[in-house]
């Protein structure tokens, strides 16, 4: 004996993998770098507004970028809670999901955006309502429920 666990051949670890773990990585830690860059050239042309004395423009920078750091900070927890497989965290990706195409909707009729982070999301909820890895690991998610 070599003093390590002695597992049969039908045990497997069960855990995320493959596009659930794709998407985890998405949220943990892509759309985060992103952030950064984003909001650090986006303070480079807020400060110069700052100094030529417009401050609506400043405004709605500091706003926004409160928005998206609240936002991405949402999206990291929910990241976190699939790869620790918290019982909930389905349910919760799909209502962040959903408010994100919500809100891409909205961005697009008001002309800020393209709305194509929506058609992500809807993409994404569909694999989360589909996946046979999520409803594995996931049990208490499967059915057509809307959340």
Request: net charge positive; proline share 2%.
């Given at each position: 004996?070599?003093?390590?666990?002695?597992?049969?051949?039908?045990?497997?670890?069960?855990?995320?993998?493959?596009?659930?773990?794709f998407?985890c990585?998405?949220?943990?830690?892509?759309?985060?770098?992103?952030?950064?860059?984003?909001?650090?050239?986006?303070?480079?042309?807020?400060?110069?507004?700052?100094?030529?004395?417009?401050l609506?423009?400043s405004?709605?920078f500091v706003?926004?970028a409160?928005?998206d750091?609240?936002?991405?900070?949402i999206g990291?927890?929910?990241?976190?809670?699939?790869y620790t497989?918290?019982?909930?965290?389905?349910?919760?990706?799909?209502?962040?999901?959903?408010?994100?195409?919500?809100?891409?909707?909205?961005?697009?009729?008001?002309?800020?955006?393209?709305?194509l982070?929506?058609?992500?999301?809807?993409?994404?909820?569909?694999?989360?309502?589909?996946?046979?890895?999520?409803?594995?690991?996931?049990?208490?998610?499967?059915?057509?429920?809307?959340?």
């Open positions: 004996m070599t003093g390590g666990i002695q597992l049969d051949e039908d045990t497997r670890f069960e855990g995320v993998s493959g596009w659930l773990a998407f990585v998405i949220h943990v830690f892509v759309r985060p770098i992103f952030l950064l860059i984003r909001l650090t050239v986006g303070y480079q042309n807020w400060y110069s507004i700052w100094n030529r004395g417009t609506h423009g405004t709605n706003l926004g409160i928005f750091i609240v936002w991405s900070c990291v927890t929910i990241g976190y809670a699939i497989l918290r019982p909930q965290s389905i349910r919760w990706a799909k209502t962040y999901l959903l408010v994100g195409v919500a809100l891409s909707v909205v961005a697009l009729l008001s002309g800020r955006r393209s709305g982070g929506g058609i992500g999301n809807i993409v994404w909820y569909s694999y989360l309502e589909y996946s046979d890895q999520v409803r594995r690991l996931f049990p208490k998610t499967q059915g057509r429920q809307l959340l």
